[in-house]
Every structure is written in C-alpha cells, then in structure tokens.
T-cell receptor
Framework: DAKTTQPTSMDCAEGRAANLPCNHS???????VYWYRQIHSQGPQYIIH???NNETNEMASLIITEDRKSSTLILPHATLRDTAVYYC????????????FGQGTELSVKP | EPEVTQTPSHQVTQMGQEVILRCVPI?????FYWYRQILGQKVEFLVS????????KSEIFDDQFSVERPDGSNFTLKIRSTKLEDSAMYFC??????????FGPGTRLLVL
C-alpha cells in the first residue's frame, strides 16, 4: 500500500501557484519523497524528489517539513497544461526499488 | 533529451494469444521496470530487472508473464496466454542507478 496521503482533488486558477500537500507520517530516515504526475493516460512524468532539504528545479519546488512527515509540491505559475494527477511517493533509497503509486491528487487548472 | 520509448502504442489481441510488448530504455540506464494501469485504477508495479535477472516481482507477475533483455537496447514483456483482465496500459521505466525512474508513453493492450 502507498505510504502517503493526498487530497483526492484540487483546483487552481491559471497563473497562480498550485500547492499540493502530501502526508507521509511513517517515513523512515532513508526514504525519499518523489513526485510524479500523469496527464490523461500518458506515462508518469518525474517532477522532483528530496530527502530533507527543500528542492527546486525548472518544473517545481518541493518543501519538506523539518520532521519529514509531510511535504508540499509547488507549481509556481500553473498553466492549463499542468492539469494532471499528481503522485507523492515515498521510496527507499535502495537501488532498484519499485514505486508504489497511490490514487494521487487530481489537479484541475482553470482559466 | 533521452526518452524511454515503447512499441506498439496500441495492441488488440484475442484471449489466449501471446503478446510481446517492447521497450527501449534510456541508453545508459541499468535498471528496468514494467508497470501496468487498468483503466480508472492505480499504476501497479509488475517487475524490476537488473543485471539480466529479475530483482523483484509483484503478485500480478505470475507464470504467464516473462521479461527479457534480448539485446543491448530492448526490454520486453511477454504475456503467454492473455486474459480479459490483462487489458490495461503497460508502462516501461528505466533508471540509471536504481533511483529516479523515467517512464515511457505506454502500450494500451486490449484483450477481446
């Protein structure tokens, strides 16, 4: 089973920041937080990952709380093309480990 | 930017037939995976493959399934005798060191 809890759905206005929360209260010390998204039935797309520090790349920012029990994915200026299901996945850093997908958050970006 | 590719994009087959789904992972990647997604359901892990052998497999990955890396570039998933419930999107993924996985666009399999 997925070790994360996410809201089922969220709306965001185009051009505004989208903040997607994730709870992972049972995360262990060697587990990373990964974010993927899936647009329609396309393959999951990697967004970002982190261990304990905040991370930023060209797609998004990841804010992880100090106790690591929750995190927030931030899309700074959401566009209509960001409408997708967003998955927060906790994964052990052992080499080769599988990804366990939950239901994710269905983000709808509206004009 | 290198991508994982999958062929065919769509496959229709009759129940009981064998199908082979093909994937070309990113060229310097060493870990390979298959996942599937039944319509309206979660993405589910099937199998991981490293160093020419299966590293891990799920309960779904029974004797009807097999994987192979027949050459230096392809990674295949074979379903020996398809069932109606095998209808799904099948995604291949690869990673260079077993960490971040990159997914292909998927093969939509329909078993009639």
């Amino acid at each position: 089973d997925a070790k994360t809890t996410q809201p089922t759905s969220m709306d965001c206005a185009e051009g505004r920041a989208a903040n997607l929360p994730c709870n992972h209260s049972t995360i262990s010390g060697n587990e990373y937080v990964y974010w993927y998204r899936q647009i329609h039935s396309q393959g999951p797309q990697y967004i970002i990952h982190g261990l304990k520090n905040n991370e930023t790349n060209e797609m998004a920012s990841l804010i992880i709380t100090e106790d690591r029990k929750s995190s927030t994915l931030i899309l700074p200026h959401a566009t209509l093309r960001d409408t997708a299901v967003y998955y927060c996945i906790v994964r052990d850093y052992n080499q080769g480990g599988k990804l366990i997908f939950g239901q994710g958050t269905e983000l709808s970006v509206k004009p | 930017e290198p991508e994982v590719t999958q062929t065919p994009s769509h496959q229709v087959t009759q129940m009981g037939q064998e199908v082979i789904l093909r994937c070309v992972p990113i060229s310097n990647h060493l870990y390979f995976y298959w996942y599937r997604q039944i319509l309206g359901q979660k993405v589910e892990f099937l199998v991981s493959f490293y160093n020419n052998e299966i590293s891990e497999k799920s309960e779904i990955f029974d004797d009807q399934f097999s994987v192979e890396r027949p050459d230096g570039s392809n990674f295949t998933l074979k379903i020996r005798s398809t069932k109606l419930e095998d209808s799904a999107m099948y995604f291949c993924a690869s990673s260079v060191g077993g960490t971040t996985q990159y997914f292909g666009p998927g093969t939509r399999l329909l078993v009639l």
